[in-house]
């Protein structure tokens, strides 16, 4: 018989609790972060600030497991929003089962230039609770709290951190009383969170964005393209 604590748990339909404990923090910098918005299809521009489902990838590169989620609560900018722009080469095909067939993606022949705005010398604060799923054999979410502030302090990580993409590198630390920066800005609607179903297909949630010295705060859920909070 497998136990619960091996394999990938069903949340659908999971009611997320109220957390009471303090939440969880890390620190990241790094040279260079690109977290693009979804709706530029041509050329790719980023988010100024981190968004809530790059912030998950970053606390689940240090420390992850089935039996639970990230929530993120906040993120918090601590150092200047910089701009630089990136032209490069990509590959304009996607890897595709034809591809994975035949062994091989020959992308010589399908080469295309793309523009990038990206940011440079990026530093945020991500705060975040452990959420535990119900049918976990281990329910008490303090032994992951506790495992994930240890592998944070001996500069452990379950996969290498990027912020937004792969070849983007983090460096991410125990948080600090680094102050946020002084900067307030609405950014409209964000994404919030991908969910990519057993065809591969993404679904997207939003909500709107509002940092306040240097601090964004993140709901819960996001709302759907329908306009659904689920």
Known sequence: MVSASAVHHDWTGVKMPEFHEKPLALQARGDWACFTQPGM???RVSYPIMTPSAADGLLSSVFWKPQ???VIEAIEVLAPVKWVTLRRNECAKPITREALDKGYLDVDKHVQQR???????VHYRVL???????????QNPA???DQFRRRLERGQTFRTPFFGMRELHADVDVA???PAIDWSVSLGSMIHSI???SRGRESYRWFAADVVHGR???PRMGATSEGGVR
């Open 41 to 43: 299809s041509s050329e």
């Open 128 to 138: 975040a609770h452990v959420w535990v799923h119900p049918d976990a054999d281990e």
């Open 143 to 145: 032994k992951w709290r």
């Open 68 to 70: 639970f989620r990230w």
């Open 176 to 178: 600090d009383d680094t």
């Open 216 to 218: 964004m705060e993140v």
């Open 115 to 121: 523009m990038t705005l990206m940011l440079r010398d």
């Open 195 to 197: 969910k990519v179903d």
